[in-house]
Nanobody, 120 residues
């Protein structure tokens, strides 16, 4: 059973910074990708940033230059460093991981979400 546990959300003023963490635990073969999604009030859940085990990284345009996704493979942990936060970044942030549970089978897993609130 794979679990993703997030931490690091909270309340911050516009222009401030937060760092989110997400750790994958349980029994699995290897992690393929880890990503952060967010869902703002009344909005759908959208991709923020994704990082592959090969190091490839993709960001949504609205966070480029402000957010940085990184991964500690030894700790099975992905981070999202968020700088220059704006009120429109307010959302529940969800960790997502595509994980090989065996050599041949991959599944997507989600964390429970952590709330980020940016005040103006």
């Amino acid at each position: 059973q794979v679990q993703l546990v997030e931490s690091g959300g909270g309340l911050v003023q516009a222009g401030g910074s937060l760092r989110l963490s997400c750790t994958a635990s349980g029994s699995f073969f290897k992690i393929n990708t880890m990503a952060w999604y967010r869902q703002g009030p009344g909005k759908q859940r959208d991709l923020v940033a994704i990082k592959g085990s090969d190091g490839a990284t993709t960001y949504v345009d609205s966070v480029k230059g402000r957010f940085t996704i990184s991964m500690d493979n030894a700790k099975n942990t992905v981070y999202l460093q968020m700088n220059s936060l704006k009120p429109e970044d307010t959302a529940v942030y969800y960790c997502n991981a595509d994980i090989f549970t065996s050599r041949w089978d991959a599944m997507a897993f989600w964390g429970e979400g952590t709330l980020v609130t940016v005040s103006s």
